[in-house]
């Protein structure tokens, strides 16, 4: 009888833990590539102002998108400052491989700065 339910708590408890994992991974991710993009999107403002060169600032932007497992999805200069949109797949284990909840671990996070 007891060992009946240690057994059942014990499988709650890892259900409920993995639900936590799959379903905060999103979330999670989303949360670190904000950081990533901001520093992205200001390190690329601070070259391309400093040296005007398009081309070195994208550079810039994908190194610290790739230093922080991201890849520059989008990149772009105009008059308001410099437009930066990165990407990174959360981990899933289960809900990725239905189109329903697909997009839900494609996780996208734009950020924009200005010339010092």
Excluded: C
């Excluded at 070195?56 to 998108?65: G, H, V």
Aim: charged share 25%.
């Amino acid at each position: 009888m007891i060992l009946r339910w240690l057994v059942k708590i014990a499988a709650g408890v890892a259900i409920a833990g993995f639900l936590v994992v799959e379903l905060g991974s999103p979330l999670w991710t989303r949360a670190s590539l904000d950081g990533t993009a901001h520093d992205a999107a200001n390190d690329a403002a601070h070259e391309y102002f400093q040296t005007h060169d398009e081309a070195f600032a994208r550079q810039t932007a994908t190194k610290d998108a790739e230093d922080k497992g991201a890849r520059l999805d989008a990149f772009s200069i105009d008059d308001k400052g410099i437009h930066v949109t990165v990407f990174k797949r959360a981990k899933s284990y289960v809900l990725y491989k239905f189109s329903q909840t697909r997009h839900w671990y494609d996780v996208r996070v734009s950020a924009s700065a200005t010339p010092d």
